[in-house]
């Protein structure tokens, strides 16, 4: 077993990367075991190569993580116009059930970081007391204040760049760097969006606009989901890991992946057990653990920790470690612009409507939403994409069409609030089992007809962004009604004061277990109205490091 540590930490994202540089830096010995590979920068993405376009970001060997769908909800004719279509291909789900389509993540040092947009949100304040204001899921046992100076800590790291002022996300300090500057063809949307009344604000981002912390200024290439070459995007390896390996605190373990923390008696854990790239098994103990690993595969190693001590699964005393399960809930649209608006290059998403982000703020309708531009993240930006889902045809005129058209390509997107349900949770699945024997992780989602109405709203308002900037006609829509395609995933192991229900308390520490802390989006009692959740993940878990050094300091773990 080697070594004792003073923390062993489970995956190495925003979550586990940021608990890894806040510990360290106390003069805490840690150990990272990451179950993915550990990325180069400088070498491992490809948008230096002439495919760049035909491959999407670089998965290697041990970077995804195997889970499974359970059977999902029929589609209902009623929403009918919500359906994903391209007007070359046709529908793209043409069945009448629901599709899951994928859980997009990354297992790797840096975790999906590697391959997000970069934004950097704070939640909306209100987002965070859903059932006390709404009636609704459940109430964060902090607000939004007491996250406030960690939010600022998690910004400095990154280097987020943001605009001077926002009246709802009150600020302690301003945000390290200015905002980006909006360009052309955002400004159009801007445009187009006084005309509905909307406000649009530059948004907060985790990409350099000035170098920064010894990284570069962004080189506005708007592929940051390929993975960005060149470090300006703040992922999680080149900020917090980067830090946490410079303070010679810091032990880091790539392709070693958990199968189980072990419970003991005193209500304590007492090693983490992991199987690294040649198949050998390991043991590591720490005086405590912390589990980083995402809201679907955080409750799965919990569920598989089952032992006498923890019969049900560790953390799993209220029974609820999987449950209240909450996805991304987003829809785009797109359509050609009369005018050449240079879409292909900026920043993914360099603009915000936060109009219809408040919990009340959509009339009649439960839960908020925001509105971004999504051509980058749509992957609309390059020109196979022009040619096989924009301009239709072949040969000299599709050459023609092409020419014609490329860079007026402009997409609105927008994420909604999700809100849990007895329809959608994680579990074990039955029959599938990694390649080590293991059973993988099964999501079970339903959209209830709260979160269709939402949707049915983000439709409409996308549609309508589109007419008023100017574009004529939409060629493509793709939305979460009938796929499950989600990046953002939430609350499977939800924390709350009253042990009953919830799973971890307001630091994220195990009711039950007192060495056993959870830090990822699975602790979220909420998701938000569409925010980004890497930013506060990172205050938490900067928040939950100096709680651990607290209780280590009054000899309590």
Same mark, same amino acid.
Not at 37 to 40: F, I, K, L, R
Not at 333 to 350: F, K, N, V, W, Y
Not at 410 to 424: D, K, T, V, Y
């Given at each position: ?14 979550g586990?990367?940021?608990?890894a540089?806040?510990l360290?830096r ?10 993915g590979?550990?990325?180069?920068f400088?070498r ?18 041990g970077?995804r ?18 359906r994903?279509w ?8 043409p ?8 859980y ?8 999906s ?5 970069g934004e950097?949100?704070?939640l ?5 007391k ?15 204040q ?5 939010y600022?800590?998690a910004?400095?790291?990154v ?24 360009s ?5 949307i ?30 506005y ?7 960005c ?6 992922s999680v390896?080149?900020?917090? &890991? %980067? ?7 810091c ?29 050998n ?7 405590v ?17 089952a032992?006498r ?23 785009s ?18 603009i ?12 009649? #309708?439960?839960g908020?939403?925001r509105?971004t531009?999504?051509t980058?993240?749509?992957?609309? &930006? ?7 889902r924009?301009?239709?045809g ?9 020419r014609a058209?490329?860079?007026?390509v402009?997409?609105?997107?927008? &994420? ?9 949770y #994680? ?13 993988i ?9 709260m979160?269709?109405r939402?949707l ?8 309508? &962004? ?9 060629f493509?829509?793709?939305g ?9 995933v ?8 009253d042990?009953?229900q ?6 994220? %520490?195990?009711h039950?277990?007192r ?14 109205g ?11 878990? #900067?928040?939950?490091?100096a ?11």
């Open positions: 077993m080697g070594v004792e540590y003073d923390a062993v930490i489970v995956g190495s994202g925003a586990g990367g940021a608990s540089w806040a360290s106390y003069g805490m010995r840690v150990l990272v075991l990451e179950a590979p550990d990325y180069d400088t491992d993405y490809l948008l230096d190569k002439m495919g760049w376009e035909q491959t999407t970001f670089p998965h290697l060997p970077s993580g195997r889970y499974s769908f359970a059977e999902l909800q029929p589609l209902d004719p009623r929403w009918q116009h919500l994903s391209n007007h070359i291909t046709g529908p793209m789900n069945g009448t059930v629901r599709k899951g389509e994928a997009h993540h990354v297992r790797g040092v840096g975790g970081t590697l391959h997000f947009t950097a949100h704070r909306h304040p209100q987002a965070m859903m059932y006390s204001r709404f009636g609704v899921g459940a109430d964060w046992p902090l607000d939004y007491e996250l406030e100076p960690f600022c800590e910004e400095r790291i280097g987020v760049a943001g605009p001077a002022e926002n009246a709802v996300r009150v600020r302690s300090e301003s945000y390290p760097l200015s905002a980006h500057r909006i052309y063809a955002s400004a159009k801007v445009e187009g969006g006084r005309k509905l009344g909307m406000n649009w604000e530059a948004n907060s981002v985790a990409t350099l606009s000035a170098a920064y912390d010894g990284r570069p200024a962004c080189n290439c708007s592929n940051c989901n390929r993975g070459p060149r470090s300006d995007k703040g390896d080149v900020t917090f &890991i %980067r830090k946490a390996r410079a303070s010679g605190f032990t880091i373990k790539s392709l070693s992946q958990v199968t189980a923390i072990e419970a003991g008696d005193k209500d304590k854990v007492t090693a983490v057990r992991y199987v690294d790239s040649r198949g098994e390991h043991k590591a103990t720490g005086r653990v912390i589990v980083a690993c995402g809201a679907v595969q955080t409750p799965r190693l919990l569920l598989l920790s032992n001590y923890a019969p049900d699964g560790l953390a799993n005393e209220s029974g609820l470690v999987g449950r209240n399960f909450m996805e991304t809930l987003s829809r649209s797109a359509g050609l612009h009369p005018e050449s608006l240079g879409t292909a290059r900026g920043i993914p998403s360099d915000m409507c936060w109009d219809f982000n408040a919990p009340d703020a959509i009339p009649g #309708i439960i908020g939403c509105f531009p999504s980058a993240s749509s992957d609309l &930006i390059g020109p196979i994409n022009y040619a096989t924009v301009v239709k072949w040969g000299r005129q599709h050459k023609a069409d092409m058209s490329f860079g007026h402009l997409s609105i997107g927008a &994420i909604g609030e999700s809100l849990p349900n007895e329809g959608s #994680i579990d074990l699945d039955p029959d599938q089992q990694d390649e080590l024997g293991l059973p992780a099964r999501i079970h989602s339903h959209l209830d007809e979160a269709l939402r049915d709203f983000m439709a409409k308002t996308t549609r309508e &962004i589109l007419s008023a900037a100017g574009v004529e006609k939409i493509e829509e793709f979460g009604y009938d796929f499950f395609s989600s990046t953002h939430f609350g499977t192991c939800r924390m709350g004061t042990p009953a919830s799973v971890v308390d307001r630091y994220g %520490r195990s039950r277990w060495n056993l802390f959870v830090v990822d989006t699975s602790v979220f009692p909420s998701s938000g569409g925010e980004a959740p890497s930013l506060t993940v990172e205050a938490l878990a #900067i928040r939950t490091a709680h651990i050094r607290e209780l280590a300091v009054r000899k309590e773990i």
